[in-house]
């Protein structure tokens, strides 16, 4: 049963943020990976999610915003974090945050709409796998503190789902251990009873 598909998808890995560079997707190939995203499950057409680009001069801009929110909550950083801060959305060349919108429906839980956002997050990292460059998946604090997800672009009621770095990546990536699939599944047996 040879399939490229599955041989693509059963070797897929996230790559080093800081080893992503440029150059980053063209704009075409962004609009392709969006289209590819929003493929995914979505009872009631809710587009319960949406899409913000950070490049170019906007990922300094937002490191310097993080570093003085962070120094407001906590403090006086120390330059090794402060830097950190700073560097959030730069290691990469391009950062695509996905972000969970809440729809007001009666039959459809809000729960149903974030996974339908991660399903989203899974097929853009997917698909830019899928043209050449490499990926990662992160949060981070600043995505559960409502000033962070304001200074993001996020409306109060916006959940992060995740930010995505983007880039070319020389590669391969390492790779981690993985759970045993035979472990993960198994025939149903009846109701759960203790």
Not at 33 to 60: K, N, Q
């Amino acid at each position: 049963m040879a399939s490229p598909i599955i041989d693509f998808l059963l070797t897929r890995n996230s790559a080093p943020i800081p080893d992503l560079k440029e150059p980053a997707p063209s704009d075409a190939e962004i609009a392709t990976m969006i289209a590819a995203a929003s493929r995914v499950p979505d009872h009631g057409r809710l587009e319960p999610w949406r899409f913000i680009l950070y490049r170019g001069d906007a990922r300094v801009e937002i490191g310097r915003q993080l570093a003085a929110l962070a120094e407001q909550r906590e403090g006086p950083l120390p330059e090794g974090r402060r830097n950190q801060e700073l560097a959030r959305f730069s290691r990469a060349p391009l950062v695509i945050g996905i972000v969970s919108i809440p729809r007001e429906n009666p039959k459809i839980p809000q729960w149903e709409m974030f996974l339908s956002g991660g399903m989203a997050a899974m097929n853009l990292m997917i698909s830019a796998n899928a043209l050449g460059y490499g990926t990662n998946m992160i949060s981070n604090w600043y995505s559960d503190v409502p000033e962070g997800r304001a200074l993001l672009g996020l409306a109060p009621q916006e959940r992060v789902i995740g930010f995505v770095h983007i880039g070319s990546y020389a590669g391969p990536a390492p790779e981690r251990p993985r759970p045993d699939p035979a472990k993960l599944y198994g025939d149903y047996s009846g109701p759960w009873n203790g």
